[in-house]
């Protein structure tokens, strides 16, 4: 089992999110950190400590309870259905998909289930056409990630490597392009510098996370795990995104200026 999947779920308070199954929690158990996930994921995972994919605290096993309070408070949330124009409470849905949505089929590989939970399953952990492209894309990182992997890839010493370098290169940028407007001030005549776009774009995702680059350096371990936290959170939670989606940004930015 895993957690509701609703076409609403991303304008949803992320705290109704499973961290593990990024959707709508069912059967909630807290971690020693506050966050939340569906029990179903929590018993999938085996391991004695169970590490928060949120902020990477540590909880036991055996510490982690079931929320039923918040599970109580979850069941007046508004839900869009997933299949269909159906809209109405949490606590309705589960009733609603057995009434109405009997042998679903994965929009991904079309394959058929037999109940929604088991649909939801398979793309979760089993659908290999359920896969992604890394935010890093442009920079060389041409993985395509299951959707379920996620954290495994950008927690990887390959994707760490190739942000510390592309992190490396947008202060690069931002410090050339700085120079550059003292040098016109004092000299219209200075010639312009090669500006590479990606560069740009990715710089504006970091804004978008509220992560300045200015006071942070890149080459500390903890640097590194917060800003790949960030894109893993952002990149979980819009899965479609790329950073071709900041040049309209960039655009408007720039008609604003004009």
């Not at 890093?136 to 950008?154: A, R, S, T, V």
Request: hydrophobic share 30%.
């Amino acid at each position: 089992m895993c957690g509701f999947d609703t076409k609403n779920k991303l304008i949803l308070n992320k705290k109704f999110i499973c961290q593990y199954c990024s959707l709508i929690l069912k059967d909630p158990v807290q971690l020693n950190c506050g966050h939340r996930q569906c029990q179903s994921c929590f018993q999938r995972q085996h391991e004695r400590i169970i590490k928060c994919q949120e902020c990477s605290i540590e909880s036991m096993q055996d510490q982690i309870r079931s929320d039923e309070s918040f599970k109580n408070e979850m069941q007046s949330l508004t839900i869009d259905c997933f299949f269909c124009d159906w809209f109405g409470i949490l606590q309705n849905y589960q009733e609603h998909l057995d009434q109405n949505h009997i042998n679903p089929q994965c929009e991904y590989c079309h394959a058929q289930f037999d109940t929604v939970v088991h649909l939801n399953e398979h793309k979760i952990v089993a659908c290999e056409k359920n896969t992604i492209d890394c935010l890093l894309k442009k920079f060389g990182c041409d993985k395509q990630i299951h959707y379920h992997n996620m954290w495994d890839h950008y927690s990887s010493e390959y994707h760490q490597n190739l942000l510390i370098k592309i992190i490396q290169l947008v202060k690069s940028q931002i410090e050339d392009m700085k120079l550059l407007s003292t040098q016109n001030h004092t000299d219209p005549t200075q010639t312009t510098i090669p500006v590479n776009l990606d560069l740009i774009l990715f710089h504006e995702l970091l804004k978008t996370l509220n992560i300045q680059l200015e006071n942070l350096n890149i080459e500390e371990y903890y640097t590194q795990n917060f800003i790949n936290n960030e894109l893993f959170q952002y990149h979980r939670n819009s899965p479609t995104s790329s950073l071709d989606l900041f040049k309209s940004k960039l655009s408007e930015q720039e008609s604003l200026s004009s």
